[in-house]
T-cell receptor
Framework: KAGVTQTPRYLIKTRGQQVTLSCSPISGHRSVSWYQQTPGQGLQFLFE???????NKGNFPGRFSGRQFSNSRSEMNVSTLELGDSALYLCASSTGTSGGSYNEQFFGPGTRLTVL | AQTVTQSQPEMSVQEAETVTLSCTYDTSESDYYLFWYKQPPSRQMILVIR??????QNATENRFSVNFQKAAKSFSLKISDSQLGDAAMYFCAYPGAGSYQLTFGKGTKLSVIP
């Protein structure tokens, strides 16, 4: 099975612009989560989508948004970029079923966003 | 709110030796999971080991094992017979009850000395 893929791998933007990142989960996985990784704040949860619905959201401003398509691919969008948005953005996929169990999240290689 | 604390920002170990990475967490849940993830310099995060809180037995995966102390809310990772490929950032992580929202510790950078 192919792993989680993220595109693009590297991105350079300037302040005020917006950016869209893409994540393709492992085939059959319906849950996609997004995380921001920075040296200062570490890994922080952004949001999780399951079957096109946002199930959980982290503590990020409204400039950060996401969506999930019927094929489970997910995109996240950051509008009005700030210097502090420079980070590695990781997505993770899982089968996403709940009911007391937990299924492993598989991470993608990440998208390195640099805001100038 | 759940918190995960890794008090060792960096550690080093000689090849073939054993090293233990520490993690403490805070939760009001009684049944939960805990994870150790490894992030090598290539950046792809992979799951090393998982522990289910209701299980008394500590989890083991080949050279990796945990020391899970539920009452103390401690979850340390022991790496035996360390190899050069073990050099990476290691993150302790806890998912919120019933969710896939992982809370990560700040990580421990492990160096393996040949």
């Amino acid at each position: 099975k192919a792993g989680v893929t993220q595109t693009p791998r590297y991105l350079i933007k300037t302040r005020g612009q917006q950016v869209t990142l893409s994540c393709s989960p492992i085939s059959g996985h319906r849950s996609v989560s997004w995380y921001q990784q920075t040296p200062g704040q570490g890994l922080q949860f952004l949001f999780e989508y399951f079957s096109e619905t946002q199930r959980n959201k982290g503590n990020f401003p409204g400039r950060f948004s996401g969506r999930q398509f019927s094929n489970s691919r997910s995109e996240m969008n950051v509008s009005t970029l700030e210097l502090g948005d420079s980070a590695l953005y990781l997505c993770a996929s899982s089968t996403g079923t709940s009911g007391g169990s937990y299924n492993e999240q598989f991470f993608g290689p990440g998208t390195r966003l640099t805001v100038l | 709110a759940q918190t995960v604390t890794q008090s060792q920002p960096e550690m080093s170990v000689q090849e073939a030796e054993t090293v233990t990475l520490s993690c403490t967490y805070d939760t009001s849940e009684s049944d939960y999971y805990l994870f150790w993830y490894k992030q090598p310099p290539s950046r792809q995060m992979i799951l090393v080991i998982r522990q289910e809180a209701y299980k008394q037995q500590n989890a083991t995966e080949n050279r990796f094992s945990v020391n899970f102390q539920k009452a103390a809310k401690s979850f340390s990772l022991k790496i035996s017979d360390s190899q050069l490929g073990d050099a990476a950032m290691y993150f302790c992580a806890y998912p919120g009850a019933g969710s896939y929202q992982l809370t990560f510790g700040k990580g421990t950078k492990l160096s393996v000395i040949p």
